[in-house]
């Protein structure tokens, strides 16, 4: 007997433990009659790589995975010769969170670069971009960077320029892993394209999952000439998908209307709740921006340890007692609230 879940328990470790949204499994249902030509081949497909280009311009191509490591190593492997690298952050998901794939499974050189806060500058990208023409060191080609960061932060429209031209002088191209992309546009109250196609952007790893989707990303390539053989890499690395219509579906259903805003818009506002409602607690320190849906914060050890028990959530940093708190699409004011009163109540201990 599989047991049941709790519909009412929510944790605020990540964004990924929320649930299908209703529009979504909706979308799928509506896509699972009859037959469809296999491997992208189908109608869904076709039909969304019109959403995207209403969102990206009419250059964007959008190529579903699975996941956002296969997007973003998909993306990097074809935007580099063998003996080049990537130039990110210190922070970026890239380096810290993907077990390696970069490295291990595309055999990518990542440059880091240490940040105040997960955010690249065109001088210290700087930092890593030299030794061009030394045949000892791997050459800089592409510079990376995540938005929102995963430290929370995000990138304005006019930073994401300034990094694009100043890369683009150098002959480098420029990825951004998008995982949050849609909470930094809500944020900000740009579209979409505000932070990518109209910045510079080369390539996208556009992230779906966070944001309501059962499972899926997708690689959009918004230059033609930044990337090379997007199509067989996605097969090389175990993310052509037969079935690719449940995929693509899913994408229409959030990007065709306004679902990715009201989503993220959510997970925004959740996130400022929280910021401010955990702020003046004695013995809680809020050190980083609340942007978009990341808290970060700073508890007693053994409060963090009390809590854990009761709601999940992960330690950023062990050494100073920093955790991260992430709001949902479906997190409500009353879960905020709730788990604000129970942060309360373990530091009256």
Same mark, same amino acid.
């Given at each position: 007997?599989?047991?049941?879940?709790?519909?009412? /328990? =929510?944790?605020?470790? +990540?964004?990924?433990?929320?649930?299908?949204?209703?529009?979504?499994?909706?979308?799928?249902?509506?896509?699972?009659?009859?037959?469809?030509?296999?491997?992208?081949? %189908?109608?869904?497909?076709?039909?969304?790589?019109?959403?995207?280009?209403?969102?990206?311009?009419?250059?964007?191509?959008?190529?579903?995975?699975?996941? !956002?490591?296969?997007?973003?190593?998909?993306?990097?492997?074809?935007?580099?010769?063998?003996?080049?690298?990537?130039?990110?952050?210190?922070?970026?998901?890239?380096?810290?969170?993907?077990?390696?794939?970069?490295?291990?499974?595309?055999?990518?050189?990542?440059?880091?670069?240490?940040?105040?806060?997960?955010? /690249?500058?065109?001088?210290?990208?700087?930092?890593?971009?030299?030794?061009?023409?030394?045949?000892?060191?791997?050459?800089?080609?592409?510079? +990376?960077?995540?938005?929102?960061?995963? /430290?929370?932060?995000?990138?304005?429209?006019?930073?994401?320029?300034?990094?694009?031209?100043?890369?683009?002088?150098? !002959?480098? =191209?420029?990825?951004?892993?998008?995982?949050?992309?849609?909470?930094?546009?809500?944020?900000?109250?740009?579209?979409?394209?505000?932070?990518?196609?109209?910045?510079?952007? %080369?390539?996208?790893?556009?992230? !779906?999952?966070?944001?309501?989707?059962?499972?899926?990303?997708?690689?959009?390539?918004?230059?033609?000439?930044?990337?090379?053989?997007?199509?067989?890499?996605?097969?090389?690395?175990?993310?052509?998908?037969?079935?690719?219509?449940?995929?693509?579906?899913?994408?229409?259903?959030?990007?065709?209307?306004?679902?990715?805003?009201?989503?993220?818009?959510?997970?925004?506002?959740?996130?400022?709740?929280?910021?401010?409602?955990?702020?003046?607690?004695?013995?809680?320190?809020?050190?980083?921006?609340?942007?978009?849906?990341?808290?970060?914060?700073?508890?007693?050890?053994?409060?963090?340890?009390?809590?854990?028990?009761?709601?999940?959530?992960?330690?950023?940093?062990?050494?100073?007692?920093?955790?991260?708190?992430?709001?949902?699409? %479906?997190?409500?004011?009353?879960?905020?609230?709730?788990?604000?009163?129970?942060?309360?109540?373990?530091?009256?201990?």
């Amino acid at each position: 007997m599989i047991p049941r879940h709790d519909p009412e /328990l =929510k944790a605020f470790a +990540s964004d990924n433990y929320a649930g299908v949204h209703p529009e979504i499994l909706e979308a799928i249902a509506r896509a699972n009659g009859g037959h469809q030509i296999s491997y992208g081949e %189908d109608v869904y497909t076709e039909a969304l790589q019109d959403v995207f280009r209403q969102h990206f311009g009419e250059t964007a191509t959008a190529y579903p995975v699975f996941n !956002g490591t296969a997007a973003n190593v998909v993306s990097l492997r074809s935007m580099l010769e063998n003996w080049q690298a990537v130039i990110c952050a210190e922070s970026a998901h890239i380096h810290t969170d993907e077990g390696g794939a970069p490295e291990v499974a595309a055999g990518i050189k990542l440059f880091t670069v240490p940040t105040p806060d997960g955010k /690249l500058t065109p001088e210290l990208i700087d930092t890593q971009a030299w030794g061009f023409g030394d045949v000892h060191r791997p050459q800089p080609g592409v510079v +990376s960077i995540s938005n929102t960061t995963e /430290l929370g932060t995000v990138y304005t429209p006019a930073e994401i320029k300034a990094i694009c031209e100043h890369a683009h002088q150098l !002959g480098l =191209k420029v990825h951004l892993d998008g995982s949050r992309l849609t909470n930094a546009a809500a944020a900000l109250g740009v579209p979409l394209r505000a932070l990518t196609t109209d910045a510079g952007v %080369d390539v996208l790893s556009f992230g !779906g999952t966070k944001i309501g989707l059962l499972y899926g990303e997708a690689v959009v390539v918004l230059n033609p000439e930044a990337a090379r053989g997007v199509e067989y890499l996605r097969k090389t690395y175990m993310q052509l998908s037969s079935k690719m219509r449940f995929v693509s579906v899913q994408f229409e259903a959030l990007l065709a209307g306004d679902l990715w805003l009201r989503n993220a818009r959510q997970a925004n506002a959740m996130g400022r709740r929280l910021a401010e409602a955990v702020r003046d607690i004695p013995g809680v320190e809020v050190p980083r921006p609340v942007e978009a849906n990341a808290v970060f914060a700073i508890l007693p050890p053994e409060v963090t340890e009390r809590l854990q028990k009761r709601f999940r959530f992960y330690t950023w940093n062990p050494a100073i007692g920093e955790v991260r708190w992430m709001c949902s699409y %479906d997190t409500t004011e009353a879960d905020v609230d709730a788990f604000a009163a129970a942060v309360r109540e373990e530091l009256s201990v």
